[in-house]
């Protein structure tokens, strides 16, 4: 496997701290969510950035390569696009499915608007290496992909986390990112040691390192990237960093941001974390101990030989009863997370509610990003109104139409009650909901002129 080049440290670019991240002193490389950028029409921060030497990574979160369908290739070709524009060395994805539904289960499709994660089942193996294996013939560059936080867990799995990711670089090639946020935050949830996750991981396929803050509510720990670094994510970072000398490390921050000071501190402490747990050198870049496979389950002799050769090209070797399975699997739990169907057996129903709870909240969260404009309207009775909507209607058409749907669910039940309000969400609704903004289309214009001669007779 060929090593990934050297990083250094970074951040998580986004809008809101932009200008912080420019003059911030020792940013090596900055990440950007590849679904927030425009190849086209890239932001001026970013091109000051790499006009100055820092490498831009695009990291996508929509591809949904745990999921049992194939990459969408539309996605997969703006992902490509992105990379491209930005000259970037790699792009990153996660191990998630962010959808569910539709031609393989005969039902409606479903967005989860969040990282979902996949059971850890030689099905799930077999078609997330399928799906990777689509994904890096597509990218013009190498592609990593990260492990996620839980909330809850799949019943019946057959493997830990680190034996799942073991066997997804043996048979694909791919490199990891690893987020040892998520590590401590299926420790919390999960009762996973990351010790023993780091034993069986191969570390020497580590492409980078995500660190970043949570809290914790009723023992359930919530990897929101809006808080500081605890100090148990440190630890975590520092045992990897003892290991293998990971080639780039980041800092993940996605809200509630702090002032530049902050940002710093943390990323001093994230260097002196790695400066006192340097391994010594060694032969294997850095690795004190060769990774040794984890022993997997045995196979089910009705499956492929996993270690046979790769079949001719355009075969697939994850079996359609695979993501037959995954797919009934993922829409079952989706639709429960969702739509309020029951949970599927074997779920913690509690640990299912949680979860559902949290999707709501992050569907209003970024619903409130993409249309500003809803909770400039509505107020304080903006978060209320939202999760109301959202309970029982699923996201199916992505965060925009998202917005437009509840718009539009406001003005059908009479909701707000304030007249003028209530006519300003109406025009929000017009101007955005055809194919062009209604300012800008010919009978709008027509329309417009013929009420300025109406008024003049």
Partial sequence: MTQPGRLGTGIGWRPEIAEAVEHMPGIDWVEAVSENLC????????????????????????????????PDESRLAALAERAAAL???????????????????????????????????????????????????ALPVPLAVEN????????????????????????????????????????????????????ELPVEAIAYVH???????????????????????????????????????????????????????????????????????????????????PPSPPADPADPDPAAPDPAPGVDPAPARARQRLALAQAALLSALVAGTPVPEGFDRVRT?????????????????????????????YRAAFLGYAQGRPMTGGYRRDALDFAEHLLLTGDPRDARTRHLLREWWLERSGPAPRSRRPAARLARATRRVLLRH
């Fill in 211 to 293: 660190v970043a803050g949570g809290f914790e509510r009723d023992g359930v720990w919530h990897d929101s990237h809006a808080h500081p670094v605890p100090r148990p994510v440190l630890g975590i970072l520092a045992d990897l960093a003892s290991r293998v000398t990971p080639p780039g490390v980041l800092l993940e921050r996605d809200d509630n941001f702090p002032a530049p000071g902050e940002l710093e501190k943390e990323l001093a402490a994230i260097r002196a974390t790695l400066d006192e747990a340097r391994p010594e050198a060694g032969p294997a870049a850095g690795v004190k101990t060769p990774a040794v496979r």
């Fill in 87 to 137: 000259g970037a060395p790699l792009v990153t994805e996660h191990i998630a499915f962010v959808r569910a539904g539709g031609e393989l289960t005969a039902s409606p499709s479903l967005e989860a608007g969040h990282l979902l994660p996949v059971p850890r089942t030689r099905d799930a193996l077999d078609v997330l290496c399928e799906n990777v294996r689509i994904a890096q013939a």
């Fill in 353 to 381: 509610r949680v979860q559902a709870r949290a999707l709501a909240a992050k569907r209003a969260d970024v619903v409130a990003k993409v249309a500003a404009e809803l909770p400039e309207l509505l107020g304080d009775g």
């Fill in 148 to 199: 996620i936080a839980a909330l809850l867990r799949w019943p019946g799995e057959e493997m830990t986390e680190g034996q799942f990711l073991y066997d997804l670089v043996d048979r694909t090639g791919v490199r990891l990112l690893i987020d040892v946020a998520n590590l401590h935050t299926n420790h919390v949830n999960r009762g996973e040691d990351p010790a023993r996750a780091l034993d």
């Fill in 39 to 70: 190849p086209g029409h890239l932001p001026e921060s970013l091109r000051r950035l790499r006009e100055r030497g820092v490498t831009v990574v695009p990291h996508g979160v929509s591809l949904g390569l745990g999921g049992a369908d194939r």
